[in-house]
C-alpha cells in the first residue's frame, strides 16, 4: 500500500442522484460509486483499496496539467478543468436525476470538451464489483459500447470516443481532442438479468444532463435564506439534499463506508444509514432554509420505520426502513492509507441510546412548528415513546459517542 497513492479525503467531490452517490477526484477519478443505493455494493471503489477496488477515470494522458473545480452555481453538476502545456479540456460530470414518473436509469453522465489547442484524453474503466471480490468481465458489444458483467451489477458504457482496448476486465480509451471537439461519455448500470446495451442517441444525453442541472438549480432557488454568504448556505444544502434518498424520504448520514476518524486507525464505520439524530439536526437546517418537501418525506419515513413497540426504537434503520444491519469485516480491502478494518453494515443499530426518544420527540416538535401534521395512530406511538423513557431514563446506555465497552452512564443521554 503506497498512501500518497490515496488523494485527501477531502479532495473529493461528491455527485448524487438521491438514489446513490460517487465520489470524484481531482484527477478525474470515480474512486467510489454504488448505484440505486447509498448502502448498495459499489462498484467502484478505490478509495478502500488502491489495487482492487476499481475505477473510472477520464483526464489527459500528461501528467503536467493544472486543475480547477467547481460545482455549477446552484447545482450538484461537477465540472473540472485540466490546463496542460498543450491545451485546455473541461470535464463535466453528474450523476442523473429523473424528475417525472417512472422508475429512474441509474447513470453516470460525463462530458468532456477541448477547450483550446489540442489534448490527448484518456478514458480507463476498470470496474470491480462486490467490494472488489468480482472482476467483471468486458465485452465489447459496438464500436462505441462496452457491457462489463459479474455477480450483481452490470454497466453500459457508451462513448463518443470509441473504444481503444477493451480487455477481460478493464477498457481503455486514448483520443486527441482539439479546440471545439466535445463527447459524452456514459454508464448505465443493470442488474445482470436486466442487461441492455442499447445505444442513447446524443439528443436524449444531453437531455438528462440538462434535466439533471435543472432540477439541482430549482430546488436550490427555493432556499429562503438571503443572509452573509448565502452561496456557501446554499452550497451545504445541496449536499444534505444529495444524501437523501428520493423513494422512501429517508437522510443517509454520508455517502461512504469505511473512511477513518484517523489514519491508521479502527474506528472506520459504515454511516451510509438513517440515524434518527443526525436526521433531526438535518431537518432543522432545512425547515431554517424553507425547504420543506424534505422535512414531510421524512417524516412520512419516520412513521412507517418506527412503526411498532417504543421500547423497540432504534438509534438507526436502512434507507428502506432496514432494522437488521449487521456489521461485517472485508479483510480483503486494505482501507483507505491502510486504516482498517474496512466495515460495513453498523452494529451500533442493536445499541441503547437513551438520547434518541428525546431526539425523536423534538424532530417532531419541529416538524409540527412548521405545519406538519400528526394523524391519531403516530400521536399515540409518541405517547408510548414517553412511557419508555419513564420506564429507561435511570438505565445507562452507549450514549451519542457509541461506544462499543460497557453501558455506561451519559450527562446528554439523560438531559435528552
Known sequence: MKAQAYPPIGDY????????????????????????????????????????????????????YE?????????????????????????????????????????LIR???CDQ??????????????????????????????????????????????????????CEIAHMMTAGDEAWIVLTWFLPHELEPRRLSSEQIKAEFDETERFWREWSELCEYNGPYREQVVRSALVLKALTNGPTG????????????????????DYRFSWLRDSSLTLNALFALGLTEEAHAYMDWLKRTTAGRAKALQIMYG??????????????????????????GNAAASQFQLDVFGELLDTVWLYR????????IFWEFLTRVGGAVLDLW??????????????????YSKVM
Open 111 to 113: 462530458h468532456v470538451r
Open 394 to 411: 435511570a438505565e445507562p446506555d452507549q450514549g451519542i459517542w457509541e461506544i462499543r465497552g460497557e453501558p455506561r452512564h451519559f450527562v
Open 319 to 344: 434507507v428502506g426502513g432496514e432494522r437488521f444491519l449487521p456489521e461485517v469485516e472485508l479483510d480483503h480491502l486494505e482501507g483507505y492509507r491502510g486504516s482498517r478494518p474496512v466495515r460495513i
Open 250 to 269: 429517508a437522510i443517509v448520514a454520508a455517502a461512504t463506508t469505511s473512511l477513518p476518524e484517523e489514519i491508521g486507525g479502527v474506528r472506520n464505520w
Open 13 to 64: 467531490a461528491l455527485l448524487s442522484d438521491c438514489h446513490s452517490g460517487a465520489l470524484v477526484s481531482k484527477d478525474g477519478s470515480i474512486d467510489w460509486c454504488t448505484f440505486h443505493r447509498f448502502e448498495a455494493r459499489p462498484v467502484f471503489a478505490r478509495l478502500l483499496d488502491w489495487g482492487k477496488g476499481g475505477f473510472f477515470r477520464i483526464a489527459p494522458t500528461t501528467d503536467e
Open 369 to 376: 412548528q412548521h405545519g406538519g401534521d400528526v394523524d391519531e
Open 117 to 170: 489547442g489540442e489534448v490527448r484524453v484518456k478514458v480507463k474503466l476498470e470496474p470491480r464489483f462486490d467490494y472488489g471480490v468480482t472482476e467483471p468481465r468486458l465485452e465489447q458489444v459496438a464500436d462505441d459500447l462496452v457491457v462489463a458483467y459479474g455477480g450483481p451489477d452490470a454497466l453500459v458504457l457508451q462513448t463518443d470516443l470509441g473504444i481503444g482496448t477493451a480487455e477481460i476486465t478493464a
Open 67 to 107: 486543475v480547477t473545480r467547481r460545482y455549477l452555481p446552484g447545482t450538484n453538476v461537477l465540472e473540472t478543468r485540466f490546463e496542460t502545456p498543450g491545451g485546455v479540456i473541461t470535464l463535466t460530470d453528474c450523476f442523473a436525476v429523473k424528475t417525472g414518473a417512472g422508475h429512474p436509469e441509474h447513470r
